[in-house]
């Protein structure tokens, strides 16, 4: 695998492409008159390559103007990826005019796969559109083993999460820097641990601030741990949790196959197989927790189902001295009064207890999960 940032072919800036962009983002009448580099003359551009900005004189309404074309290097300040540079241009587009003194921006685009310089006109707020999957969202399969209880098909299920994740898994990827963003996002992204822990009442009874000071503190011990796994970089999915998968069957009743897709890929393209997993087998966890103060009966059997099987499958013994601090993560998302309003202070105050323990093992006891309840 390539090690370090994304290497990117240098972007060809050609007269007549340059030109057409002028017209679509300043009007019919838009017309270019000189293209170079800074700080050189004449037209003799012909690369555009990661930092290196073009001088442009064009003119609308036969009034002249002059800009500058530039776009973002990538490297390792997180900026590894196109959508991380364009989220920095689109601030600047956004906010370098309101601010005295700055200069004005004048247009937001993006180079195509072509050259083509494609305007981004007045944005106010992004879409995405996808397919729409065939299926039922999996929790509910969840909610009907509380139920009447756990049936052959449910197991298989967790074997086909468990046999998806060690393959996708197995696609690695050396570049240290990325894995060590992803482990900084871990701790301190708005979305992640210290957002989460923000996100929580102040004070919180449940977990009064002591405790989530004594947790981060303890976050960060976990965070210097990390550094020496960054060999572990792999492909992942990024939010593998029940209200993401969608089980898809094939004839009446589900009696003959059933597969399933997934929603809503999370935080990037390479990351820690342990996010996947913990994400997946807390959530078993926690419907477990629904019916007794532990992960007993129907549930243990389909969380220990899982991770026999990704186990099996991936070969991945290393990935138990790893995974603490990603099930804190998750646990902060599942004990959180804000998304899961609903669950009986039982349900709560284990999830909570669980989030102190689980870091005083320097390996996760997979085959034991009540001890980290008590």
């Known amino acids: 695998m390539r090690k370090g940032t994304e290497e990117k072919t240098p972007i060809v800036v050609r007269p007549e492409a340059v030109e057409r962009y002028l017209r679509e983002a300043f009007g019919p009448s838009a017309r270019m008159l000189g293209v170079c580099a800074m700080g050189e003359g004449g037209q003799g551009m012909k690369e555009f390559g990661y930092g290196k900005p073009v001088c442009l004189d064009f003119e609308v309404d036969g009034e002249v103007r002059r800009g500058v074309l530039s776009i973002m290097r990538g490297d390792k ?3 590894q990826f196109y959508w991380d540079r364009a989220a920095i241009l689109m601030f600047q587009f956004e906010a370098g005019g309101k601010l005295e003194k700055h200069v004005r921006p004048l247009g937001l685009g993006y180079f195509d796969q072509d050259d083509r310089l494609v305007p981004v006109s007045g944005p106010k707020e992004f879409f995405i559109l996808s397919e729409k999957a065939a299926g039922y969202d999996y929790y509910l399969d969840l909610q009907r083993i509380r139920k009447t209880g756990l049936e052959a098909r449910d197991l298989d299920m967790a074997r086909g999460f468990a046999r998806w994740l060690a393959r996708i898994h197995g696609r690695k990827k050396d570049d240290a820097d990325l894995y060590l963003r992803r482990v900084r996002n871990l701790i301190g992204a708005s979305e992640c641990i210290f957002g989460l822990v923000d996100a929580y009442p102040h004070p919180y009874d449940l977990f009064p601030p002591e405790r989530f000071c004594a947790l981060e503190k303890r976050i960060i011990d976990w965070r210097w741990k990390l550094r020496g796994f960054t060999h572990r970089l ?41 996010d996947d997993v913990a994400t997946m087998s807390l959530n078993f966890v926690l419907f477990g927790l ?35 601090p990603f099930y804190v993560f998750r646990g902060l998302v599942v004990a959180s009064p804000q998304w899961y309003p609903g669950h009986p202070p039982a349900v709560r105050e284990g999830l909570l207890r669980f989030l102190g323990n689980v870091l005083e093992d320097d390996r996760f006891d997979c085959q034991n999960f009540n001890r980290y309840l008590r």
């Open 234 to 274: 792999s492909e992942v999915h990024g939010d593998f949790h029940p209200w993401n998968v969608l089980v898809q069957e094939d004839g009446p009743g589900g009696d003959k196959t059933r597969d399933f897709a997934v929603l809503d890929r999370s935080r990037g393209e390479w990351g820690e197989p342990a």
């Open 290 to 324: 629904y019916g007794e103060p532990k992960l007993a009966g129907d549930f243990e059997r389909l969380y220990l189902t899982f991770w026999e099987t990704y186990l099996r499958e991936s070969g991945d013994d290393e990935i138990l001295s790893v995974i603490a």
């Open 77 to 79: 300040y997180g900026h």
